[in-house]
């Protein structure tokens, strides 16, 4: 004989299937639909800004306080604000109804757009040291420290250079091209080789060179013997170049973090323990760098295989 339809036990067993395949896919349906939001309310952002552009070729003074000046209806919009710093057309724009929630801001090459972001434009040249600056590559914010006559950033940089991930990390010279997230969230910081190192920090910032980290060093107490010197140098610099939750007290304001390093092969290590930043000078296949530890009070004047992955902190062009 023929079985017919389901048996009660055969019904709930497909319920339940059809259940867990719906609890795995509706978060990924889920995303999609974010995703593609997102990338069209960039898309509205970038047409807007490309619009006041192509205008302004022809009347280089254009900017326009509504977008009714451009024939594009605000439904959709909540505010929308322009500016131009050095040249470049800067808009920030808050969404509603099909945008609802949405933030976008930047420059046509460089925009953010996300929930609940905050936008500053860049001050285009108009900086003073112990003011956010706002790296208009990607709108990172970093908070900035005047030490003796230096300006440091008081974070490590977190850009993500465009030759990042043209490379593998590798120890073989052509392949010191990689940079990569420090893989902890407490300790916000990318990890760098050498090479791209040395331009990774944004427009009218540097990697400090030896001789400019020796010139801190000096500041918060070293002598000159002591700054040229190799190894672990000095007394207490260290100290107060880290943290209070790192053994240290802070008392130059750099706030530096253990972050760890990346070896040759890529690996992260050294978290909570550990942090080096690289200097812009090479030796060899080798480079400068200086080293903080949790065990030692002192700052470390050492080189690093260039493929090596450390961290950067960029110092104000003088």
Not at 38 to 65: G, Q
Not at 114 to 125: M, V
Not at 177 to 188: G, H, I, K, S, V
């Amino acid at each position: 004989m023929k079985k017919k339809g389901f048996t009660l036990v055969e019904l709930l067993a497909v319920i339940v299937i059809l259940a867990i395949i719906l609890a795995i896919s509706i978060p990924g349906i889920t995303r999609v639909i974010e995703n593609t939001t997102v990338s069209a309310f960039l898309s509205d952002a970038k047409m807007i800004i490309k619009t006041v552009e192509n205008k302004r070729l022809t009347d280089e003074n254009y900017l326009p306080t509504n977008l009714s000046e451009l024939n594009i209806s605000d439904g959709n919009y909540n505010n929308v604000t322009f500016s131009v710093v050095e040249g470049k057309v800067y808009v920030k724009i808050i969404g509603q109804n099909k945008w609802e929630g949405l933030t976008a801001c930047g420059t046509y090459q460089n925009m953010r757009v996300g929930e609940a972001i905050e936008c500053e434009t860049p001050s285009g040249g108009v900086f003073a040291c112990g003011d956010i600056f706002v790296d208009d590559r990607d709108w990172n914010e970093y908070t900035t420290i005047q030490i003796g006559t230096q300006c440091w950033f008081k974070e490590d940089l977190r850009h993500n250079n465009d030759s990042c991930l043209t490379k593998p990390w590798g120890s073989s010279p052509g392949n010191y091209m990689a940079c990569r997230d420090n893989e902890r969230t407490d300790y916000p910081s990318y990890h760098y080789q050498w090479e791209v190192a040395n331009t990774a920090c944004p427009t009218g910032w540097h990697l400090p060179s030896d001789d400019e980290w020796k010139v801190l060093e000096m500041h918060l107490g070293m002598s000159q013997a002591e700054v040229d010197t190799t190894g672990w140098r000095g007394t207490d610099q260290g100290t107060k170049l880290k943290t209070s939750t790192w053994k240290g007290n802070n008392a130059s304001g750099f706030t530096a973090l253990p972050v760890g390093y990346h070896g040759t092969n890529g690996l992260f290590d050294g978290a909570g323990s550990y942090s080096y930043l690289w200097t812009s000078i090479s030796s060899g296949i080798n480079a400068c760098r200086r080293g903080l530890s949790s065990s030692s009070y002192t700052v470390n004047r050492s080189v690093s295989a260039q493929a090596y992955g450390h961290s950067v902190r960029c110092l104000l062009d003088q």
